[in-house]
């Protein structure tokens, strides 16, 4: 994690996500996700490049089963785009910075 980026448990979800004003991005990810690693570096760029309008919160599936299952997240990566509090916009699997920051600017209005 890093300045632009926040772990987020199931225990702090609430709080941190749902509680939260504005934009939320939420990465469900784990460790021995290849796909997950490679958007890693992009989602920190996005999270500095639009910091003030929009955090980037990070999900662990395995240390925190029960979020990822309320929001029936059933591959990963899965992003979820919160905005004060509601889920707007969801994207499955990997893609190129450009287009993650393509569907951020779309959702950050």
């Known amino acids: 994690m890093s300045e632009h980026t926040v ?3 199931d225990a ?3 709080s ?3 509680g939260a004003k504005g934009l939320v991005l939420v990465d469900f990810w784990a ?3 290849g796909p997950c690693k490679a958007i890693g570096p992009a989602l920190e760029e996005i999270g500095e490049e639009f910091a003030g309008k929009l955090t980037v919160a990070k999900v662990n599936i395995d240390d925190n ?3 990822p299952n309320t929001y029936a997240v059933t591959g990963i990566p899965t992003l979820i785009m919160f905005r004060d509090g509601k889920p707007v916009a969801k994207k499955v699997g990997a893609a190129p910075k450009s287009v993650l ?3 951020v600017a ?3 209005g």
């Open 16 to 18: 941190d996500v749902l």
């Open 65 to 67: 089963p029960a979020t």
């Open 31 to 33: 460790e021995w996700c």
């Open 101 to 103: 920051r393509q569907w």
């Open 7 to 9: 772990a987020v448990t």
């Open 106 to 108: 779309e959702n950050a």
């Open 12 to 14: 702090t979800f609430s």
